[in-house]
């Protein structure tokens, strides 16, 4: 099971526990890249970052939770369309069924591994940093609930019913990235603009993208029949033989984030509130080695058995069964091939961040993160709405973030911050709780900034007076 959930995320969503957090440092330039300006550190380290997020409502796990991960078997799993009654399974049982509500069906993973990264301080309003990071991502967005699993196995023999278009992608990464960030004062306040230009290494990339709607019937013998399709689609082979797993860069990009944070001051202790934009992962990465791209289409009736398609156990199976969707949607098993390259787009969204200070350590943040698809095939990112109060201290933090992901359910979180490390998740039922398992997310951090036992400064939340007349914001500014 452990494996199980490992292979579909390695990393997590927004991290609104830690990502907020005045003390994040370079940490925060994930979700903007101008978010350090508030930081009362001249420089920052960030030693590891780690996450993993996944999320769908196709199916769900009940009961499951993150905890239990190592403790089930494939025994446990009851299969949920042949369960009668649930009474009667075993104790331990884990039903694992399919969401059945009539909305859109999604899929996302994000994850990342931050690796050695840090930012410092080179005049009294500028910053200039090094983030690495390895990613993967992947997503399945627009599929028709006409496509869920008792909506489809409902569907009569020869009535047509709609797929609309739709989007799936999965891309692993590497990113060098290099921050920059200028602060000066406006009326009222600071504004600090950020940006972080990436060179991006592609590891592994795969993606199928329908750019119309069309009508699926199904026919007997597990034989379908469509018009009008049309199907783009790509992969990279170096890892489709799972027997020889590897690390192998297949392409490369560029990508940038863009952001700033406009800060009313106070000329007490900390700030009033400040509010930020940014502008994330905009850019695509494009794979030229070990790939393959495909565009099969036709405006004419197209009959699929679908029964050819079973039993894919390695790259020449994989390869054949193309074939044979070539040869039987366009006549030729070899016409459905467009090219040695493909390009995907990164994750892009914008994102609004909102934080107001209620008291020298109390704060609230809102942040809102939108998915912007720049393109049809890529990997798209959800949409998430959260709001997250948190208590701020130089050596300790802790956060309680409410979000909604995908307009669909609430969920609560909770982060912890301890000196130099910090925990966290935004699904706290997923991890503790056993109730029915849709998705989870959980990451930490270990870093390194300026050592000082100055546990008396309570809040920071601002830059120290470094011109003449500014208003002192904060904890002091810890010194090298």
Not at 132 to 149: E, K, M
Not at 382 to 411: C, K, M, V
Not at 461 to 477: L, Q
Request: aromatic share 14%; with cysteine.
């Amino acid at each position: 099971m452990a494996t199980f959930i490992t292979s579909l995320s390695l990393s997590a969503q927004e991290q609104l526990g830690f990502h907020t957090d005045n003390y994040s440092g370079i940490n925060s330039v994930l979700l903007n890249p101008a978010g350090h300006a508030n930081t009362p550190f001249n420089w920052d380290i960030n030693l590891v970052e780690g996450a993993f997020f996944i999320e769908n409502n196709y199916f769900d796990l009940t009961p499951f939770r993150l905890l239990d991960v190592n403790d089930v078997t494939i025994d446990d799993f009851q299969y949920g369309p042949e369960v009668k009654d649930p009474a009667e399974l075993p104790p331990g049982a884990i039903i694992q069924d399919f969401v059945d509500d009539g909305r859109k069906r999604y899929a996302n993973i994000a994850g990342h591994v931050m690796g050695p990264s840090f930012f410092v301080r080179i005049n009294e309003s500028s910053t200039i940093g090094l983030t690495t990071n390895f990613r993967v991502a992947g997503s399945g967005a627009g599929i028709t609930d006409n496509l869920s699993y008792y909506t489809y196995f409902d569907q009569p023999l020869f009535e047509g019913f709609q797929v609309d278009k739709f989007s799936l992608g999965f891309m692993s990464w590497g990113e060098i990235g290099l921050n920059y960030m200028h602060q000066v004062e406006v009326n009222g306040g600071d504004l600090a603009v950020g940006a972080t230009l990436k060179y991006l290494n592609g590891y592994e990339g795969a993606f199928l993208y329908s750019d119309r709607d069309f009508l699926l019937t199904k026919l007997p013998g597990d034989t379908l029949s469509g018009n009008s399709v049309s199907f783009n689609y790509g992969y990279t082979s170096s890892n489709l033989d799972m027997e020889t797993v590897s690390l192998q860069k297949n392409g490369s990009g560029v990508g940038i984030d863009l952001g700033f944070v406009y800060t009313a001051k106070d000329y007490g202790d900390g700030y009033l509130w400040k509010i930020g934009v940014s502008l994330l992962d905009v850019g695509k990465v494009t794979f030229n080695q070990n790939a393959k791209e495909h565009l099969t289409t036709s405006d004419d009736l197209v009959v699929l058995a679908t029964e050819g398609f079973q039993n894919i156990e390695n790259l020449e199976d994989f390869e054949s069964k193309l074939g044979l969707f070539s040869d039987q949607v366009l006549g030729d098993s070899s016409l459905s091939y467009l090219d040695g390259e493909f390009s995907m787009w990164l994750p892009s969204a914008i994102s609004v961040q909102a934080d107001y200070q209620f008291t020298q350590n109390v704060f609230v943040n809102a942040t809102f993160v939108q998915g912007i698809p720049l393109g049809g095939v890529g990997v798209r990112r959800g949409s998430l709405l959260g709001i997250t109060p948190r208590f701020e201290h130089r050596w300790f933090g802790a956060a309680l973030p409410l979000s909604i992901y995908n307009w669909q359910d609430a969920r609560l979180g909770l982060a912890a911050r301890v000196a130099f490390f910090s925990v966290g998740t935004s699904n706290l039922g997923s991890v503790f709780g056993r109730n029915t398992f849709t998705g989870t997310d959980i990451y930490f951090a270990v870093k390194l900034n300026p050592f000082d036992l100055n546990l008396g400064g309570g809040s920071r939340g601002g830059n120290k007076n470094r011109k003449r007349g500014r208003s002192t914001r904060g904890v002091k500014c810890y010194e090298f």
